[in-house]
């Protein structure tokens, strides 16, 4: 059974306190990890999607990496827009119609 | 740019009742899907259609029914609502493309069942 677990559930920084979010993950041959973005009362926004292990991507102060186990979220000082809840999602290679697994998240809360 | 509307955004329900939820994509995405989400649980997947005519379970499906008449409009019906499926439920839709084709939320429906 695929199985994803992020930390911290929850991260406070304060404005410019640059840190990292945890996804850990099993699953039975990655063809995709995603991370999500999430507003309070919105659906889920696409962030990133990597693929292979030593892989990375960024956009404007996120950076995502990705090894055989996990990936980071890496955040760089942050403002109080990046607050949110991040979702950590993984896509088997023998899942039926591209499902995707999604951890709990991580709620970051930037202050000023 | 109207992306994936659901309606309606709050609906409250005593338990034995029925309603239908309407998700609409004007962006002509074969792929829809249905999550529920709950506090301190990830996004379940409860049904999903890959096209028109086509529907399959996900990883929740009891107690749910979807229809995808059109390839635009996906529905998902509660026919005897229970106080277990209060939620915040989401849909979502992709294109084929791609295997790892990125998913396009809906802003989702908060359902009460007292």
């Known amino acids: 059974e695929d199985q994803v677990t992020q930390s911290p559930e929850a991260l406070r920084l304060q404005e410019g306190e640059s840190s990292s979010l945890n996804c850990s993950y099993t699953?039975?041959?990655?063809?995709?990890l995603f991370w999500y973005r999430q507003d309070p009362g919105k659906g889920p926004e696409f962030l990133f999607t990597l693929y292979s292990a030593g892989e990375e991507k960024e956009k404007e102060r996120l950076k995502a990496t990705l090894t055989k186990k996990e990936s980071f979220l890496h955040i760089t000082a942050p403002k109080p827009e990046d607050s949110a809840t991040y979702l950590c999602?993984?896509?088997?290679?023998?899942?039926?119609?591209?499902?995707?697994?999604f951890g709990k998240g991580t709620m970051l809360l930037v202050s000023p | 740019n109207a992306g994936v509307t659901q309606t309606p955004k709050f609906r409250v329900l005593k338990t034995g009742q029925s309603m239908t939820l309407l998700c609409a994509q004007d962006?002509?995405?074969?792929?829809m899907y249905w999550y529920r989400q709950d506090p301190g649980m990830g996004l379940r997947l409860i049904h999903y259609?890959?096209?028109?005519?086509?529907?399959a379970k996900g990883e929740v499906p009891d107690g749910y029914n979807v229809s995808r008449l059109k390839k635009q409009n996906f529905l998902l019906g509660l026919e005897s609502a229970a106080p277990s499926q209060t939620s915040v439920y989401f849909c979502?839709?992709?294109?084929?493309?791609?295997?790892?084709?990125?998913?396009?939320f809906g802003s989702g429906t908060q359902l009460s069942v007292l």
């Open positions: 999602a993984v896509q088997a290679r023998n899942s039926g119609y591209s499902t995707l697994t």
């Open positions: 699953v039975s041959g990655l063809r995709g």
């Open positions: 979502a839709s992709r294109r084929r493309g791609s295997q790892t084709e990125k998913l396009f």
């Open positions: 259609s890959v096209g028109e005519g086509t529907t």
């Open positions: 962006m002509n995405h074969e792929y």
